[in-house]
């Protein structure tokens, strides 16, 4: 079975910085892109940011300038380093992993359990 635990979340005041960790762990699995998404309270889940196994990276045009997603394919896991955060991003983020576990040649969609960010003005 295959998990991803984030970590990293918190309360913070606006223009300040968090970053949250994405971490796949479980029996012998391949994980091709990672993603961050958020869905904050009464909205639909939205992306946030996106990373593929070779690096190439896509932001929603409201974090750009302003979010980083990155990995570290040995430890399977997903960074996300945010900036200048702002009330609005106050959110349930979730981590995404495009995941093929071992008795599988398919690949299914992970998620972790969500951690809050909160940004107080």
């Known amino acids: 079975q295959v998990q991803l635990v984030e970590s990293g979340g918190g309360l913070v005041q606006a223009g300040g910085s968090l970053r949250l960790s994405c971490a796949a762990s479980?029996?012998?699995?391949?994980?091709?892109?990672m993603a961050w998404y958020r869905q904050p309270p009464g909205k639909q889940r939205e992306l946030v940011a996106r990373?593929?196994?070779?690096?190439?990276?896509t932001y929603a045009d409201s974090v750009k300038g302003r979010f980083t997603i990155s990995r570290d394919n040995a430890k399977n896991t997903a960074y996300l380093q945010m900036s200048s955060l702002r009330p609005e991003d106050t959110s349930v983020y979730y981590c995404?992993?495009?995941?093929?576990?071992?008795?599988?040649?398919?690949?299914?969609?992970?998620w972790g359990q969500g951690t809050q960010v909160t940004v107080s003005s």
């Open positions: 995404n992993a495009d995941v093929r576990p071992s008795w599988s040649s398919s690949w299914y969609p992970y």
């Open positions: 479980g029996s012998r699995f391949s994980i091709n892109a």
């Open positions: 990373i593929t196994s070779s690096g190439n990276t």
